[in-house]
């Protein structure tokens, strides 16, 4: 049976209590229609977890008491920082779920020569990665950005070890880049519709970007973003304590 965990942000746990309201509550009471007494699972999107029991129901809120702390979930290693170029608004959505789904750290929509959209709704998006997580079983929230330049970009991730830019035909394969497994972070780039202009690819290059072939035949950038991620993931997981469950 699938287990439902519920959100909690840490700053409303008090003394061991806290009310499930909004759409958490809604979900809980009104759609799972869990009563007085019913032990449920919530996380506050720092790794950290808790088995709680609802205490009281009224009309808008499920008062809860925290029974139980679970060992506090690892972060997928490596770290992983997605600059995606922005697209379409439901492309978008896609790409965030996925990517959450997928434990990335960070996501962050880039202004590209080819991008469909210059602007996120960045409330729709953060409310799709939280139903993500909470479907995936992950207890780690991404963080999602506002639109950034390429410049921005680039010195965002100035400090990362492995930079990684999607390109169809680069040389090498993503199984090929031997550090992988050993970086705690990775960047990674990933076009929007139309791909990168040369001029971009090149100034990726030059603050040191990898050029990595994901794929021999073009993809959608929302499935572009899926089979690099789930690569990276198939070559490092073996690697994460989270893994195995911890």
Request: aromatic share 8%.
């Amino acid at each position: 049976m699938h287990a439902y965990q519920f959100y909690i942000s840490m700053e409303k746990i008090q003394e061991g209590t806290f009310d499930l309201e909004g759409d958490e509550y809604r979900h809980c009471c009104r759609v799972l229609r869990k009563i007085r007494g019913d032990s449920i699972d919530v996380f506050a999107g720092n790794g950290r977890r808790w088995s709680a029991r609802i205490e009281k129901i009224s009309n808008n809120k499920a008062e809860c008491r925290i029974m139980e702390e679970y060992p506090p979930q690892s972060r997928l290693k490596p770290e992983i920082i997605l600059g995606v170029g922005l697209l379409k608004n439901n492309l978008m959505d896609d790409v965030v779920v996925a990517a959450t789904a997928l434990g990335v750290a960070e996501i962050m929509p880039l202004y590209i020569t080819h991008s469909i959209k210059n602007k996120i709704n960045h409330d729709r998006l953060e409310k799709l990665a939280l139903s993500a997580l909470k479907q995936s079983g992950l207890a780690f929230l991404p963080i999602i950005s506002d639109c950034l330049t390429l410049d921005k970009w680039f010195n965002l991730t100035e400090e990362i070890s492995l930079k990684l830019i999607a390109e169809q035909h680069a040389s090498v394969n993503l199984n090929r880049i031997q550090q992988l497994p050993s970086v705690e972070q990775v960047a990674l780039m990933i076009g929007p519709e139309g791909g990168f202009e040369k001029n971009e690819i090149e100034k990726a290059q030059r603050f040191d970007f990898n050029k990595i072939n994901i794929f021999p035949y073009r993809l959608r950038t929302e499935l572009a973003v899926v089979t690099a991620l789930a690569g990276i993931r198939t070559l490092t997981l073996k690697n994460n304590e989270a893994y195995n469950g911890n």
